[in-house]
């Protein structure tokens, strides 16, 4: 997806003039996105135009009032692959902390508990008399739009064989998890009958995050957006952006803290639903295995595209995962705190009889 952020006064009052833009006076930089023609531009479409229109039309009909949400507002789109979406770094003042850097932990309860106002408020819009018309989130979604495969597995297996030889049972488990067809096995975990499902971003993780100072949070590309168990979203953050230390002391308060606001949220929103904490924490466990596969298929992308002080080659590398991986098996792409990242996250899922 290429982007470009637009700030030039004349250049904003002409995307203004010709196309009818909706810009306020705080807008003074604007971010426009090219996504590929097909099922990512569709979805993030939906999500913005239909979804959130729908939701907001729910919510100023109620007399409780509610905050904004954690969204980008959204100005245009372009049928094909044009998205222009407001600029939150000028407009608001918030910034990415870049993977792997340390996210504070007041920054991450202040997702958490957007993240279980999103979920939750999402019931009032999916509900059976929307399922035709939002069909694109509630609709299973095909394996072949998950890029894991059992190759890619089988080439973190190799990998641990090769750069870390003592992690024999590592790469053994691996191994039987690329026979399970992964990408099956991502939709198997997302979508459960009998469970919670919500709308869910679907790719979670701090690439995808802003902040300000005070930890108040914007979350940004809704490509993969779905329903699915909002333990997904849980899983991925906490899998992909904290290091496993942080993940062992903030797993339990984080999970009663998105109980809490989930709960809360319904029952103000007038719903009777209820999410109880042991059904919360049993999805998570569950959802890790998702969390895993999707991080495992992200790792060599960010591996590519570490800069050359840090070890990399300074860009994407052509090719596919396979490709990248076999660099990443020879040692001519790496980055030691991520691959520690990596192993210790492995290494946790395998203790806890997960992997």
């Known amino acids: 997806?290429?982007?470009?952020?637009?700030?030039?006064?004349?250049?904003?009052?002409?995307?203004?003039?010709?196309?009818?833009?909706?810009?306020?006076?705080?807008?003074?930089?604007?971010?426009?996105?090219?996504?590929?023609?097909?099922?990512?531009?569709?979805?993030?479409?939906?999500?913005?135009?239909?979804?959130?229109?729908?939701?907001?039309?729910?919510?100023?009909?109620?007399?409780?009032?509610?905050?904004?949400?954690?969204?980008p507002r959204l100005f245009h789109v372009q049928s094909g692959t044009l998205v222009i979406l407001e600029d939150v770094h000028k407009n608001y003042g918030h910034s990415m902390i870049a993977f792997p850097q340390h996210i504070p932990q007041g920054h991450m309860k202040k997702l958490v508990e957007e993240l279980a106002r999103i979920h939750a408020l999402s019931l009032l819009v999916l509900d059976e008399s929307a399922a035709s018309h939002f069909s694109l989130f509630l609709r299973e979604p095909e394996p072949d739009e998950f890029r894991a495969s059992e190759t890619l597995i089988k080439d973190w297996s190799t990998f641990l064989r090769i750069r870390h030889p003592g992690m024999t049972d590592l790469a053994e488990a691996l191994e039987k998890l690329g026979h399970k067809h992964p990408e099956t096995l991502v939709v198997e975990i997302g979508k459960k009958p009998g469970r919670i499902h919500t709308l869910t971003h679907g790719d979670l993780w701090q690439n995808n995050l802003m902040w300000k100072d005070d930890g108040s949070v914007m979350i940004l590309d809704w490509q993969e957006v779905s329903y699915r168990r909002p333990a997904c979203d849980l899983a991925t953050f906490l899998l992909t952006?904290?290091?496993?230390?942080?993940?062992?002391?903030?797993?339990?308060?984080?999970?009663?803290?998105?109980?809490?606001?989930?709960?809360?949220?319904?029952?103000?929103?007038?719903?009777?639903?209820?999410?109880?904490?042991?059904?919360?924490?049993?999805?998570?466990?569950?959802?890790?295995?998702?969390?895993?596969?999707?991080?495992?298929?992200?790792?060599?992308?960010?591996?590519?595209?570490?800069?050359?002080?840090?070890?990399?080659?300074?860009?994407?590398?052509?090719?596919?995962?396979?490709?990248?991986?076999?660099?990443?098996?020879?040692?001519?792409?790496?980055?030691?705190?991520?691959?520690?990242?990596?192993?210790?996250?492995?290494?946790?899922?395998?203790?806890?009889?997960?992997?």
């Open 1 to 71: 997806m290429e982007e470009k952020i637009v700030k030039e006064p004349w250049f904003l009052a002409s995307l203004q003039q010709f196309l009818h833009l909706p810009f306020t006076p705080d807008v003074k930089e604007v971010r426009i996105q090219n996504v590929p023609e097909g099922k990512a531009f569709e979805t993030e479409a939906l999500f913005y135009f239909d979804f959130l229109n729908a939701l907001h039309g729910q919510l100023s009909s109620m007399s409780q009032p509610w905050p904004p949400l954690a969204v």
């Open 241 to 355: 952006s904290c290091t496993s230390l942080e993940r062992r002391e903030l797993t339990d308060p984080l999970l009663d803290l998105y109980c809490e606001v989930f709960n809360d949220t319904t029952m103000k929103s007038g719903s009777t639903l209820d999410y109880p904490r042991r059904e919360i924490e049993r999805d998570y466990k569950e959802c890790l295995l998702y969390a895993l596969i999707r991080y495992l298929i992200a790792v060599p992308f960010v591996l590519a595209s570490v800069p050359p002080t840090q070890g990399g080659n300074g860009g994407f590398l052509p090719g596919h995962h396979h490709n990248l991986m076999q660099e990443i098996i020879k040692g001519n792409i790496k980055d030691q705190v991520l691959e520690q990242r990596v192993l210790e996250v492995m290494c946790d899922l395998h203790d806890l009889h997960i992997l």
